[in-house]
């Protein structure tokens, strides 16, 4: 990649165009806004069949939780998948290189929309889901918001890296799927860790969305011992560190031939 800096002009250009194409696209703006709100009640429903210390505000407390964790893989990384394998394969990415847009504005301003409506959908969660679902808002905002601001910056990253081994729009659905199957089922969003065995817990600990999650848990319920934190926070890093070096190395910017 070229240059590591972001021109703030360029970057809210790039997302401004990127954005008028999203709501163009009526079937992934629809998934973007009416699916997370669907598996909020799914999760609800999951939840509800364990019984977590804390009865039903518990299992508010663990939905909502679990829905920020859906909203960061289905409107950023799921979204964003399709996205750049779709401008990919329109030369758009390859038009972009030519001009004065480097690597990372490019990527980050592709992006920019999506961020900001997962962000938008938490805000929404924080609010309206906790005053439907009658539990306590956030505890921590801070490390809600760091939690959730590190999921957006790793999975989009992550969606960078899945788009160069998805040929078309129409394969993303199954390429994204592990990611989605592993993050919802080993990282606490359908089932809690802590009603996992210890070793397999103590391996979904180590599970690239985990980590977000107990940040974004932490941030909520006030809980977290700062070593609990600190780890969900290294691991946060290293995989974020890891997707960097596999987005440099792997990303493609022009069609498969």
């Known amino acids: 990649m070229n240059t590591l800096t972001l021109n703030p002009g360029r970057l809210f250009a790039l997302g401004r165009s990127e954005l008028t194409l999203l709501v163009r696209n009526r079937a992934a703006l629809s998934v973007a806004l009416m699916m997370p709100l669907v598996m909020v009640f799914v999760l609800q429903s999951s939840l509800g069949e364990f019984d977590l210390e804390g009865g039903t505000a518990a299992i508010g407390e663990a939905t909502l939780t679990g829905g920020i964790g859906m909203v960061l ?12 394998v779709a401008r990919r394969e329109e030369l758009v990415l390859k038009r972009l ?10 990527l980050a301003g592709s992006a920019l929309p999506s961020a900001v409506l997962a962000l938008l959908q938490v805000v929404v969660l924080a609010v309206a889901g906790a005053a439907a679902l009658d539990v306590r808002t956030p505890e921590n905002p801070l490390l809600l918001v760091a939690g959730v601001l590190a999921g957006i910056v790793l999975l989009s990253g992550m969606s960078a890296v899945t788009s160069a081994f998805t040929r078309n729009v129409e394969s993303a659905g199954l390429t994204t799927l592990p990611l989605f199957l592993i993050s919802s089922m080993g990282s606490g969003l359908f089932v809690p860790l802590e009603t996992l065995p210890d070793k397999l817990a ?11 999650m107990t940040m974004v848990r932490a941030g909520w319920m006030g809980t977290g011992e700062g070593g609990d934190l600190m780890t969900a926070a290294v691991v946060t890093l290293a995989w974020t560190v890891i997707t960097v070096f596999a987005v440099q190395r792997w990303f493609r910017w022009e069609p498969r031939r």
């Open 73 to 84: 893989l289905l409107v950023v990384y799921m979204n964003l998948v399709s996205a750049y």
């Open 97 to 106: 290189r030519t001009g004065e847009a480097n690597d990372l504005e490019i």
């Open 202 to 212: 103590s391996v979904c600990e180590l599970l690239p969305l985990t980590g977000v």
